[in-house]
């Protein structure tokens, strides 16, 4: 029997220690009118070799094109040592480390996790993850809304957040009836104006979220923002993409006094596009919201012997203490993909992380400069950016990514398939993944569909 | 044994050379004020120290790979191997989310095909894969029993009624939609307490949550007439599914009158746990909250397989996730339903049951108490060490601890919190006759230490990598992230 290693033999021993005619006597407690209808859909077993020959079919009808498309998923190398150690059976088959003792592998590196996070967004402390990046801007405004309780439950937007991040939000935080305000950005720059806050000089927010890079790829100013909304006692939520921290002014930097909650999707270091997910969302924040927090959080301490060992820390505030006034129902989270993370993050260092980031930036400025060459196409906003930007084409985007995906592109994304208010525009990233002759290929490919 | 954190094993200037790509220049033309201005605060290490500090660490850790691992309510049973592979080829791991359905269809298959068994296996019309874990699960589905409320204009059902022995998360998740819970108490068979709940019932019941089998390893036997009750009252009724590798193939959620329900793929279709994730949390539910299901969904028409987005105009609760969910781990399921087949899915509730009750039997005989003497166990059961703690001063936690010393994981502690002492056990189909005996070997000798030598229990574990630590400290005293 698959996976089941009991004999004949030692099922009759077992029976007869229990003193039970059958294994079926063992559901002698559920009433006979509920036994289950047989399964309809469910097929037959197969062994190994067969099942991964149905997978490999399965996966031979999947395209593997070269991906210019961003969008909150980014291809980045993986170098091989990432998943080799996080697939180590020690961290694959650990469940959440609550047996401290046996679990100091697990909970010494989400330490590390969360010190390499804190320090990589200029904030204080950390959590050890949380599902993704839409799901960790949803919790920073819950925690924002529990911080700032005196504040009415409203929160302002910063265009544009990423459309699906959005309307994640929405979900959720719409069932405790928090408001979403939402200013959109200036369709020359791709940022938010200051002028445009103007408006709000009135209004009482809990916080204020803007999001950097944009959903455009465009960089905020965001000093002006974040001591607008302090001055304003709002907390400034900031959802960042954690590559552009190696290139791009960290939140605890921005303004006077910084940021106060910092969120995001881990994807880009080390964790694999896989249609995806999982990936794996991350928060970090001042020290004194701490116990605002939601989800797991490892803290240092010290054994019997006065010995250095790691704990989960701050379970006051779970829901498998706290219950119905837990920060959050969050139980299981992303730990393999934090593992994962945390090596990529050791293996690069500081210098290899940068030299990742600005790679992928002046690629991306190369590949913008070569498309907006070609009649008629023209980019969306003027702001810097890091690795991603938006341009409008003089023939529907449909039809050029359709076309292009025939000469084995995936050319970027069609701004109107994610959110019907945008216009007809491609979004392109270009990540250290690409060449400058893969990039030369795209442009020209691009000038042929468009010719 | 100890090893350093990896921020002192480096040396300034030092790193992994071959990982990372070389820019032609690092001077940057973006304007000043968005450039970072700080170091980013990472370690200086090589590939080889890394491999090694993370190789070292990991051999600190219990997981199923290395240890009988009997913790209820987690269902820690064997990850095949081969499912792992399955779903590792290159187009499943390196495909964009946004790649066009015309181009995935293969994934697309896989998912849609994955729907149609997981409503199989709950007996409901309705399937979201979406939600990335059991608790997500939860959020769904009570957002969607309060949607559909809603959209009756019922909207004084402001109550969620759980059980005092529920997961933490089924109070915490009804919260975060908006409900106010009120907790029913248990009988003293076990059961949910069926008068109490008669006389909480009213026109304010948006609901009811539930596991069953429930926490305390017994399955709820007057289920039939705790749904008629619900429905009657105008309220839904939520499974958490949990608990549902007790019950794979022999009794449905569905048929046993639940609306909706999580199942998580981390416990009973076996992907692994990955020290705290990813799991994944689908989601099933009954035809009238259907419309509601999160989004996307994956749908087949005319020969081809689509995702059913905004576009298809629902009302559902919307989007839960970035993308589309936790997507390997759902194929990881989908691997291990295709492995095990109809029979052998049935074939993990019966061993799982064989398993917990020969377990719980066992310990019985040798002197330990059970919660629930008179019942059978479910996929778990409990026993109460609150006679030892009297006799000896010695508690469930020394005991856990001890456990470690003898090369088993610990089963879970103090839950359901109604029990008092309690080691809450759960075997898993895929452990043999002789770990399980094993494991009752380690308890009698614990039970001799207890007599003889109890501050040995209360000092444990000796064998780990540290003793045991003071977690009263590691919360007043935060350290959360290491500095220089």
Redesign the interface.
């Given at each position: 029997m698959p996976f089941i290693p009991h004999t004949s033999s030692e099922i009759e021993a077992m029976l007869e220690t229990i003193d039970a005619a059958s294994i079926d006597a063992l559901f002698d407690e559920i009433p006979k009118d509920l036994i289950a209808q047989p399964f309809a859909h469910i097929p037959d077993g197969n062994n190994e070799m067969l099942v991964d020959r149905l997978l490999q079919q399965r996966a031979d009808q999947v395209e593997s094109l070269q991906c210019y498309a961003g969008a909150g998923a980014y291809q980045h190398h993986i170098p091989a040592a990432v998943w080799d150690i996080a697939m180590r059976g020690e961290f694959l088959t650990a469940y959440t480390p609550y047996q401290a003792e046996a679990s100091q592998g697990t909970l010494q590196l989400l330490y590390e996790f969360q010190t390499m996070i804190a320090k990589l967004t200029g904030m204080e402390v950390a959590n050890a993850s949380l599902y993704d990046g839409a799901t960790s801007l949803a919790e920073a405004i819950l925690m924002a809304v529990r911080v700032n309780k005196k504040r009415p439950k409203r929160i302002l937007l910063i265009g544009s957040v990423h459309p699906y991040y959005r309307q994640v939000v929405q979900t959720i935080v719409s069932q405790q009836q928090i408001e979403l305000v939402d200013i959109p950005v200036e369709s020359a720059t791709g940022v938010y104006a200051a002028e445009q806050l103007t408006a709000y000089e009135k209004t009482e927010f809990a916080a204020v979220v803007v999001q950097q890079p944009n959903f455009l790829g465009c960089l905020h100013a965001t000093d002006t923002i974040t001591d607008w909304a302090h001055a304003h006692d709002a907390l400034l939520i900031a959802c960042v993409n954690p590559m552009a921290m190696a290139l791009c002014q960290e939140p605890g930097q921005w303004g006077d006094t910084g940021a106060d909650i910092v969120c995001g999707d881990l994807q880009p270091l080390g964790i694999p596009l896989a249609f995806g997910g999982p990936y794996a969302g991350f928060l970090t924040a001042r020290k004194t919201f701490a116990r605002q927090m939601p989800g797991r959080i490892v803290g240092r301490t010290q054994d019997l012997d006065g010995k250095t060992g790691f704990c989960l820390t701050l379970q006051a505030r779970e829901q498998h203490i706290r219950r119905s006034k837990a920060t959050s129902n969050i139980c299981t989270n992303q730990g393999l993909l934090v593992t994962a993370v945390t090596i990529y993050l050791s293996l690069l260092g500081d210098t290899g992380l940068r030299q990742v980031a600005q790679t992928c930036h002046q690629q991306a400025t190369a590949l913008l400069q070569k498309i907006t060459a070609i009649n008629g196409v023209q980019r969306i906003g003027d702001a810097p950016f890091f690795h991603e930007f938006a341009v409008s084409l003089p023939k529907p985007v449909d039809r050029v990514l359709t076309e292009l995906a025939q000469r084995g592109i995936q050319g970027g994304v069609s701004l109107t398939a994610m959110d019907p208010s945008w216009p007809d525009g491609l979004l392109i990233c270009v990540t250290e993944t690409k060449t400058m002759d893969d990039i030369t290929q795209y442009a020209a490919q691009l000038a042929e569909v468009l010719a | 044994m100890?090893?350093s954190?990896?921020?002192t094993q480096?040396q300034r200037?030092?790193?992994?050379?071959?990982?990372?790509?070389?820019?032609?220049?690092?001077e940057?033309?973006?304007?000043q004020?968005?450039?970072?201005?700080?170091?980013?605060?990472?370690?200086?290490?090589s590939?080889l120290q890394?491999?090694r500090?993370?190789?070292?660490?990991?051999?600190?850790?219990?997981?199923?790979?290395?240890?009988f691992?009997p913790?209820g309510s987690?269902t820690?049973?064997?990850?095949?191997r081969?499912v792992?592979?399955?779903?590792s080829?290159?187009?499943?791991?390196?495909?964009?989310?946004?790649?066009?359905a015309e181009?995935?269809?293969?994934?697309l298959?896989?998912l849609y095909?994955l729907q149609?068994?997981i409503?199989?296996?709950a007996?409901m019309p309705g399937v979201s894969l979406i939600p990335?874990?059991?608790?997500?699960g939860?959020?769904a589905g009570v957002?969607m029993i309060?949607a559909y409320h809603q959209s009756r204009g019922d909207h004084q059902r402001t109550e969620m009624l759980i059980p005092d022995a529920a997961?933490?998360?089924n109070?915490?998740?009804?919260?975060?939609?908006?409900f106010t819970?009120k907790e029913i108490p248990t009988a003293a068979d076990g059961d949910i307490d069926l008068a109490v709940l008669k006389t909480m019932v009213g026109p304010q019941t948006a609901g009811i949550m539930l596991t069953n089998p429930s926490t305390l390893g017994?399955?709820t036997?007057q289920?039939?007439t705790v749904a008629q009750v619900i429905h009657q009252a105008g309220g839904l009724l939520y499974y958490d599914g949990a608990n549902l590798n007790a019950?794979l193939?022999?009794?449905?959620p569905g048929?046993?009158g639940f609306d909706v329900m999580h199942l998580?793929l981390?416990k009973t279709f076996?992907t692994?746990?990955?020290?705290?994730?990813?799991?994944a949390g689908p989601v099933a539910v009954s035809e009238r909250l259907k419309p509601f299901l999160?989004i996307p969904l994956v749908a087949y028409e005319n020969g081809q397989y689509r995702w059913v987005s905004?576009g298809d105009g629902l009302p559902t609760?919307?989007?839960?996730?970035?993308?589309?969910?936790?997507?390997?781990?759902l194929?990881r399921a989908y691997?291990y339903?295709?492995?095990?087949?109809?029979?052998?899915?049935q074939?993990?509730a019966?061993?799982a049951?064989?398993?917990a009750?020969?377990l719980m039997?066992?310990l019985q005989?040798v002197g330990f108490q059970l919660a629930y003497p008179k019942?059978?166990a479910s996929h778990e059961f409990i026993i109460s060490l609150s006679e030892e703690k009297k006799q000896f001063g010695v508690t469930a936690m020394d005991v856990?601890?001890r456990l470690?010393d003898y090369g088993f994981?610990?089963p879970?502690t103090y839950?359901p919190l109604l029990i008092p002492e309690c080691l809450l056990i759960e075997p898993t189909?895929?452990?043999?006759?002789q770990e399980l005996d094993a494991f009752v070997d380690a308890m009698c000798a614990i039970r001799q230490e207890m007599q003889t030598d109890a501050q040995l229990l209360k000092?444990a574990?000796h064998t780990?990598?540290?003793?045991?630590?003071?977690?009263v400290?590691?919360?007043r005293?935060?350290?959360?992230?290491?500095c220089e």
């Open positions: - | 100890s090893e954190l990896i921020f480096g200037g030092r790193f992994a050379t071959a990982q990372a790509p070389m820019p032609t220049t690092m940057t033309d973006l304007p004020e968005y450039v970072r201005q700080t170091p980013l605060g990472l370690p200086e290490v590939e890394v491999v500090h993370f190789t070292r660490l990991s051999q600190y850790n219990f997981g199923i790979d290395t240890h691992y913790l987690c820690m049973k064997y990850n095949p081969g792992q592979h399955m779903v080829k290159p187009s499943l791991l390196n495909g964009h989310p946004l790649l066009p181009y995935g269809q293969g994934l298959q896989c095909e149609e068994y409503k199989d296996l007996g990335m874990a059991g608790s997500q939860e959020l957002a309060r997961h933490g998360t109070p915490a998740s009804a919260v975060m939609c908006g819970v017994v399955f036997r289920i039939a019950i193939g022999r009794v449905r048929e046993m998580n981390h076996a692994p746990h990955g020290g705290g994730g990813p799991g999160p905004e609760i919307g989007r839960l996730s970035s993308f589309m969910g936790n997507v390997g781990i194929l691997a339903i295709r492995l095990l087949g109809r029979t052998g899915l074939r993990v019966e061993f049951t064989l398993n009750n020969y039997v066992r005989q019942r059978r856990a601890k470690l994981h610990a879970t839950f189909e895929t452990e043999s006759k000092q574990p780990m990598p540290v003793r045991r630590l003071d977690d400290r590691a919360a005293e935060l350290d959360l992230i290491w």
